[in-house]
């Protein structure tokens, strides 16, 4: 019978940690590689509850602060330092090398301009 994640990262202690082997019991397939655990993996496991409990409240801070028995600035903290932690959106996504040289085309970027946007 399988573990909840919260065993294993009691285990290693927020080690990093690398599957070597998955097992899918309803296809009767076990795949063999190296393979990441998602961010949330990462958290402790109070943090995953956390989450867990501020997506069942659709990120309501309210019900969060009633739930935990602490405030909005605990809540908000806390949330902030999750965030930090799974780095979750890049906010500014970097150009690709395609949308850099259509500008280019456009004529919306100079030569010069293009070839430092491509240095990045």
Excluded: C, H
Excluded at 85 to 108: A, D, F, S
């Amino acid at each position: 019978m399988a573990r909840p994640w919260q065993e294993l990262t009691k285990l290693t202690q927020g080690a990093f940690l690398v599957v070597k082997e998955v097992f899918a019991p309803e296809l009767g397939v076990t795949l063999r590689g190296e393979f990441e655990l998602p961010r949330l993996a990462d958290l402790s496991s109070d943090d995953q509850v956390f989450v867990q409990a501020f997506l069942k409240t659709q990120g309501s801070i309210k019900e969060m602060e009633q739930l935990f028995g602490v405030s909005y600035p605990t809540i908000k903290s806390r949330l902030a330092r999750i965030n930090e932690q799974l780095q979750i959106v890049e906010m500014n996504p970097p150009e690709t090398r395609r949308e850099i040289l259509e500008k280019l085309e456009k004529g919306e970027l100079t030569a010069a301009e293009a070839v430092e946007r491509l240095k990045k």
